[in-house]
């Protein structure tokens, strides 16, 4: 059990999604020993889920479009949470970003001149979306896989890290995992860790996660010391499917409603006109026919409200579903058959005409969806400077969605896509100049790594009948009801005390069966992420005392000032999660102006 | 009865929706690379339910340690490969109630792959071709920094790009399926559609067409269509991508209005086998690996019973 393979690089990145293949691809072309570890095969990772497109003020259809622009709307998007250097990086990079991928084979959809075509979506003022019909993650992941391939990066997939390694000064020296074929575990000597493994939303019931996302990255960072960030915004994407049960959860692109499809009640009305919350106002349209025009016409009309940000559209389809209107199964309708031709359906959104033709019998040509919020994207995360990504642990960075800041407490779609390629290299990059100026390998210690894997391995010796997806369903039961979209003090507390019961029940797992390819442990050590990350979401949800984002209180509705400017910081401390609030970063007065003028 | 090489029946239509709860009999491979058998599984029936959510509540409630690779279960991802009585499909797309759930329903590991453990196959050989292929080379930019493609040059290339990389094409193949011998020198469909992209992609300034001839081993593929047919994806891997590059193979080598065509202004040399091999500095697929089963059922003998049977 403790005769480990070893390997040693300059720089190891944990995940293989979009952010760590940029961010592995970086740091090997700046030169540095590379190793890319993933929880699946390479190509596999959540990325391949993103429908939508890549945001980036490239302004092929829309001139007047610019990284201001594209800032703005992305602060506003994250009702002024945001780390503000973040977004302008993001905002500042994304084009180059795309065009890379370009350059790498991708294949973006064009306009009649050639060049990008870019789409509407929510909450973006002009057509912003790089994308490849509906399925612009694969594109994306396949550009850079392929990339990653051609310089040759070592890659290691389907090998699971259970903890960091760190030195005598908490510098981060390493990883110990092992590989879900035969259990046996690896260890790795890096100089720098770039963490890149996505989000956390196996721990709800209803989610478009795929398998992997049971936030692994930011229990690595919590135990190895490191800060989590505003953890009580999670996103629940408005269009999920609804039924079939199975595939309860499943995304429905926003791509629909960018391309003029309508949300409706069992009335048949487009309710999103009741829902205009006075921030959003001044820039949306207040009757049909003005939303209409609009698709055409943006100088001169403003957006429908169907193109809110996701957090206002969630809440609508909730407060339409509570309120007695909603479809047979318990969503609203999204109606893109009375709006395009049949033709124009299958050309737009072929995955997702596929995705309700194979798993509901459903023709999106002829007949509306059901459809209702799902749990989709942790804006929270891992806490990281800026300009580097650097976590507050030496030799720890993190990108994407396990990072934190970027998207406040809301995230516009077609932002995750751009986030992971200007954080992913950023990360990488730092990752690389760390190890490449002179850093001596720190040595490993040896009980460091047979503690972790005597841990690992001790869910074998455990006795009884207390087992993984037991307790992982109650988890998702738990988070789903009580920690879900409309927060409140009562249930939030009982939350908390669940998760005390859940992590002793957690802890007596027994595990059948031996260490080769073995789901039902890989489980209990993915439940471990997961209890972390959701006491880490209560615990925030509990002390935002305010609705904002991705955060909803019934207790305390809207806004309230001595909030906006606070950041819930979570971290692991003796065996005990604790937060403190600490002020954001305030951004400079001419970022500031960009919001001043557009006030009136 | 051998039910590996037929593909199963035409999907029944779904039974009523309101029709009493049935039990399910499912029958699994499960065993590792040193050998194994199919074991059956009893649960009752649930409405909407495709073939992994059975099997997950299979490994949810009876076999903790059932082995299975899955991802998204939204047919994304292409994880959940295996052969749904015989035929080989994705399990998180594939409906139960397309299945004629009266008869159990086997599920089988590809058979083309080595057995990791249960349903879950060592598909490395395909991570190991995808190291030989040439890389993407682009032409340089416009002069204001842009790439101009007209859609219609790209349609065909998004086509290819939709692979998710399920193997399932791999999988049915026979010219690997039941010739293990024949993956050290045969790169089979998947790659053959990764190839064709490439030399069709607008950008692109390498020729490969020596190399997929040679090293590729293009030649083996008697276009039998099974790729095709089992891709879900819909990707015409056999009309789109291998003929046209059987085409230009033929052309390259017999053309001489092409070959001057070539010589003179199009492209570059072709890359030497060896030249692509230093340059990936990958190994091709290792041999000697063990033979997945043979059956999806019958001359395994009785299948056991599971433990919640």
């Known amino acids: 059990m403790t005769d480990n393979e070893r390997h040693d690089f300059d720089v190891v990145v944990i995940g293989a999604g979009g952010a760590g293949l940029r961010a592995a691809i970086e740091a090997r072309e700046m030169g540095a020993r590379t190793a890319l570890v993933c929880k699946s095969l390479l190509g596999k990772a959540h990325t391949v889920m993103a429908e939508g497109g890549i945001a ?39 084009p180059d970003r795309v065009l890379e991928l370009e350059e790498w084979g991708a294949l973006f959809d064009r306009t009649a001149d050639g060049r990008i075509l870019q ?54 020296n390493g990883a110990v995992g092992f590989w879900r074929e035969t259990g046996g575990f690896v260890t790795f000597g890096a100089k720098a860790v770039v963490l890149a493994t996505g989000g956390l939303g196996k721990a709800w019931k209803f989610t478009s996660n795929s398998w992997e996302c049971t936030g692994d990255g930011m229990a690595l960072a919590l135990w190895a010391g490191a800060d989590l960030i505003d953890m009580e915004a999670i996103q629940f994407h408005p269009t999920g499917m609804i039924w079939p049960t199975s595939a309860r959860g499943l995304l429905v692109t926003e791509g629909v409603r960018g391309d003029g499809g309508v949300l409706k009640n069992q009335d048949d009305e487009r309710f999103m006109f009741n829902y205009i919350s006075p921030f959003f106002a001044a820039e949306t349209a207040d009757t049909i026919e003005e939303a209409d025009q609009w698709y055409k016409n943006k100088t001169d009309f403003r957006r429908p409200p169907e193109l809110l940000p996701r957090d206002e559209v969630a809440r609508a389809i909730n407060s339409e579903v509570k309120a007695g209107r909603g479809s047979p199964h318990g969503g609203v309708f999204l109606d893109i058959a009375s709006r395009r031709t049949p033709e124009e359906i299958r050309r737009l959104l072929p995955s997702m005409y596929h995705q309700f033709k194979q798993l509901a019998d459903v023709d999106i040509t002829t007949t509306a969806m059901e ?49 992971l390629v200007v954080f992913g290299r950023r990360a990488g990059m ?53 920690v879900g979209i409309i927060r409140v003090e009562s249930e939030l507390l009982e939350a908390k005390e669940k998760l005390v019961e859940l992590q002793e029940r957690a802890s007596r797992c027994a595990v ?89 | 009865m051998s039910i590996d090489t037929e593909p199963a029946s035409t999907p029944q239509p779904s039974p009523p929706s309101e029709a009493p709860a049935r039990e399910l009999v499912m029958r699994l ?15 009752a029936q649930q409405e909407g339910e495709v073939v992994l959510d059975v099997v997950h509540r299979i490994q949810a409630t009876q076999a903790h340690d059932l082995a299975v690779r899955w991802n998204c279960k939204a047919g994304k991802c292409g994880s959940c490969s295996a052969e749904i009585n015989g035929k080989p499909a994705l399990m998180c797309m594939t409906r139960m109630s397309t299945l004629p759930v009266d008869e159990p329903v086997t599920i089988s590991p590809m058979r083309a792959f080595p057995i990791m453990r249960d349903l879950v196959t060592d598909v490395s050989y395909n991570f190991e071709v995808a190291k030989l292929i040439p890389a993407f080379k682009p032409r340089g930019r416009d002069a204001d920094g842009l790439y101009r493609m007209a ?81 879900p994806e819909e990707i015409h891997i056999t009309d789109n991508a291998i003929i046209p590059l059987k085409e230009r193979l033929v052309d390259a080598h017999y053309d001489p209005i092409a070959w001057l065509g070539r010589k003179i202004t199009r492209r570059p040399a072709p890359l030497p086998a060896a030249k692509a091999r230093e340059f990936t500095g990958a190994a091709h697929a290792q041999a000697g690996v063990p033979a997945p089963p043979r059956t999806a059922g019958g001359d395994q003998g009785a299948p056991e019973p599971g433990p919640g049977a």
Request: aromatic letters at 8%.
């Open chain 1, 119 to 172: 789409r509407d979506f929510g909450g973006h003022r002009y057509a912003r979306l790089a994308h490849v019909g509906d399925r612009t993650g694969l594109e994306m992941i396949r550009a850079l896989q392929h990339r990653a391939v051609s310089i040759g990066i070592d890659v290691f997939m389907e090998c699971k890290i259970v903890r960091l390694l760190q030195d005598d000064a908490g510098e981060v």
């Open chain 2, 29 to 43: 491979w499960r065993g590792d690379a040193s050998g194994g058998r199919f074991m059956e599984y009893r649960l």
């Open chain 1, 430 to 482: 730092s990752a690389a100049r760390r190890a490449l100026d002179g850093l001596d390998a720190k040595p490993i210690s040896q009980a460091q790594v047979a503690d972790i894997t005597r841990h690992a391995v001790s869910y074998f010796d455990n006795e009884g009948t207390e087992d993984a997806y037991s307790v992982h369903r109650d988890l998702q039961e738990t988070m789903q009801a009580l």
């Open chain 1, 56 to 94: 980036a003020a490239l302004a092929n259809v829309w001139p007047e479009d610019n990284w201001q622009v594209h800032f703005r709307d992305t602060m506003r998007g994250g009702k002024m949470l945001n780390n503000w250097r973040m977004a302008q990086i993001h905002a500042l990079e994304a």
């Open chain 2, 151 to 231: 859609q219609v040059d790209i349609d065909r290339g998004q086509e290819f790009h939709k692979c998710i990389e399920c193997f399932l094409c791999q999988d049915v193949c026979h010219v690997i399926r039941d010739h293990e011998e024949n993956k050290l020198h045969y790169a089979g469909p998947r790659f053959f559609v990764r190839l064709a992209e490439l030399e069709m992609h607008p950008l692109d300034t390498l020729d490969r067409r020596d190399y997929i001839g040679r090293d590729m081993g293009l030649g083996y593929c008697n276009i039998t269509k099974c790729c095709t047919e089992v891709c």
């Open chain 1, 512 to 600: 059948e069966g031996n260490l080769s390819f073995n789901p039902g442990w890989h489980l209990t050590l993915d439940l471990e992420s997961m209890l972390a990350v959701s006491n880490c979401t209560t615990l925030s949800a509990l002390e935002r005392r305010e609705s904002r984002g991705g955060h909803t209180r019934e207790d305390f509705p809207g806004f309230r000032p001595e909030f906006e400017n606070l950041n819930m910081i979570t971290r692991f401390v003796d065996g005990s999660y604790v937060l403190s609030q600490e002020p954001k970063p305030q951004m400079p007065e001419e970022l500031a102006k960009l919001f001043a003028e557009e006030a009136h």
């Open chain 1, 371 to 419: 459809v209702g919020p799902t749990c989709h994207y942790a804006m929270g995360g891992v806490r990281v400077e800026a300009d580097t990504e650097v976590t507050t642990v030496e030799g720890l960075y993190a990108a994407g969605e396990v990072a934190g800041g970027m998207h406040g407490s809301n995230r516009l779609g077609g932002n995750s896509l751009s986030d």
